[in-house]
């Protein structure tokens, strides 16, 4: 599941940085596409934060 999510937070980085090099940061998919990322990396967060607590 780990590997799955962070391939997916990396092509919305790409398409992300794509989208910032061609648009401007307040466009739409742009705004949705950070949004998707944020809510993919708050989930890479608290899996990393959950394997951390259980280690101990």
Same mark, same amino acid.
């Given at each position: 599941?780990?590997?799955? $999510?962070?391939?997916?937070?990396?092509? $919305?980085?790409?398409? $992300?940085?794509?989208?910032?090099?061609?648009?401007?940061?307040?466009?739409?998919?742009?705004?949705?596409?950070?949004?998707?990322?944020?809510?993919?990396?708050?989930?890479?967060?608290?899996?990393?934060?959950?394997?951390? $607590?259980?280690?101990?």
């Amino acid at each position: 599941m780990e590997k799955k $999510l962070l391939k997916r937070i990396e092509v $919305l980085r790409k398409k $992300l940085n794509k989208f910032a090099m061609t648009r401007n940061l307040v466009d739409s998919e742009v705004v949705e596409v950070s949004q998707q990322l944020d809510g993919l990396l708050n989930q890479y967060q608290k899996i990393s934060s959950y394997k951390q $607590l259980s280690f101990w």
